[in-house]
């Protein structure tokens, strides 16, 4: 587990109140490691990930940054609070 880190995995914004652990490999595949994420970050993740593409794609963000779904997100939250939540399709 990444103890200490101050800022969100996938849209390195400041973590607020509230704050999940994201695992890059999920648990169904043996992942172990965990990253933090704001919630609305981690429903964007498994929004659009299928749990054997998060396997595949694993700690590397820049792979995950790839996905236009992701990078556009990641382009429209990055100015958002912290604690900010909205409707994830």
């Known amino acids: 587990m990444s103890e200490g880190r101050t800022t969100c995995w996938l849209c390195e914004r400041p973590i607020g109140s509230l704050v999940q652990y994201h695992h890059p490999v999920p648990k169904a595949k043996k992942g172990r ?32 940054l790839a996905n236009d779904a992701i990078a556009k997100f990641v382009r429209w939250v990055v100015d958002k609070p912290p604690d900010f939540h909205a409707p994830t399709r």
């Not at 490691?33 to 700690?59: M, S, Y």
């Open 33 to 64: 490691f965990t990253v933090p994420v704001h919630p609305i970050c981690h429903k964007a993740i498994h929004a659009n990930f299928t749990n054997a593409e998060l396997a595949r794609i694993g700690e590397d963000r820049e792979a995950m």
